[in-house]
């Protein structure tokens, strides 16, 4: 797909207002790593475990940062699933760890903000407990 492409919809002739989404992608991604079934598998429950709040609360969502032959998981946990992501980029950053040597493990659905945010700062895998939108699929294959 043309990473300057932009995928719309029409509303069928029922008065409501024509709605465009465009796949905005800023750079690509080229993902370094690559995971096995039970990599993923050890990584999903490695961020269940480390979910303190969720487990006190029942009511968090979770960003982990995945890196194959590591003992160690990134997590960072906000009422917001967005908020978690971007707790987890900014605990990235001000550790020096690149984006690129790992995958972004969520507790929530992808959408396209969340494939979106996790291409911006390089990461070439994100795993989620549940499906990607189809606007978030097409995104991703966008980024690379």
């Known amino acids: 797909m043309d990473r300057d492409a932009a995928a719309g919809w029409r509303s069928p002739k029922n008065g409501l ?3 465009t989404v ?7 991604v080229v993902r370094r790593i690559s995971l096995t079934p ?10 269940d475990a480390a979910q303190i709040l969720n487990h006190a609360t029942r009511a968090t969502h979770a960003a982990g940062f995945f890196r194959p032959g590591h003992d160690d998981m990134i997590v960072r946990e906000d009422v917001g699933r967005h908020n978690a992501l971007d707790k987890l980029a900014g605990a990235l950053a001000s550790q020096g760890i690149s984006a690129r040597t ?3 493990i969520l507790t ?3 959408s396209v903000e969340m494939v979106q945010k996790a291409a911006a700062i390089g ?3 994100v795993v989620a407990i549940s499906a990607p939108t189809a606007l978030a699929t097409r995104t ?3 980024s690379g």
């Open 123 to 125: 990461v070439g895998i």
């Open 102 to 104: 790992g995958a972004v």
């Open 17 to 19: 207002a024509e709605h």
């Open 140 to 142: 991703a294959e966008a």
């Open 22 to 28: 465009f796949l905005r992608v800023h750079r690509s």
């Open 108 to 110: 929530s659905r992808i």
């Open 38 to 47: 039970e990599q993923i598998r050890a990584a999903t429950a490695r961020l």
